[in-house]
């Protein structure tokens, strides 16, 4: 499995707008996607304009895949001039704990 994290400081005032286009394309990235394993939005406590996403695919074709789609695009025209600065950490991963949601 193949793994980003990506870190984003969004500009001041942009965290509404941020979610709105975000949160839509996290949902619609898990329930459509087969290759997209997790999708998580994840808000800093300390610093609310710092967002992380938390996603695993099934590999990096899964993520290439995921760039394809309309809910990608959707979101990526809306955020992209409320970012002002983003980072990746790129992963393989070793291993998860899917009881942590409920899973079986």
Same mark, same amino acid.
């Given at each position: 499995?193949?793994?980003? @994290? /990506?870190?984003?400081?969004?500009?001041? +005032? $942009?965290?509404? *707008? #941020?979610?709105?286009?975000?949160?839509?394309?996290?949902? !619609?990235? /898990?329930?459509?996607?087969? +290759?997209?394993? /997790? #999708?998580?939005? @994840?808000?800093? %406590?300390? $610093?609310?304009?710092?967002i992380?996403?938390?996603? @695993?695919?099934?590999?990096?074709?899964?993520? !290439?895949?995921?760039?394809? $789609? &309309?809910?990608?695009?959707?979101?990526? !025209? /809306?955020?992209?001039?409320? @970012? &002002?600065?983003?980072?990746?950490? %790129? &992963?393989?991963?070793?291993? $998860?704990?899917p +009881? !942590? *949601?409920?899973?079986?």
């Open positions: 499995m193949y793994c980003i @994290i /990506v870190q984003t400081r969004l500009k001041p +005032g $942009t965290r509404e *707008r #941020f979610l709105e286009a975000m949160l839509p394309n996290a949902e !619609a990235s /898990v329930r459509d996607e087969p +290759g997209c394993l /997790v #999708f998580d939005v @994840i808000e800093d %406590r300390d $610093t609310p304009d710092l992380h996403l938390y996603e @695993i695919y099934a590999d990096k074709q899964a993520l !290439a895949a995921h760039k394809e $789609t &309309a809910h990608y695009a959707a979101s990526r !025209a /809306v955020v992209n001039e409320l @970012i &002002a600065e983003q980072s990746v950490i %790129r &992963a393989d991963v070793l291993a $998860t704990n +009881g !942590a *949601r409920g899973e079986a």
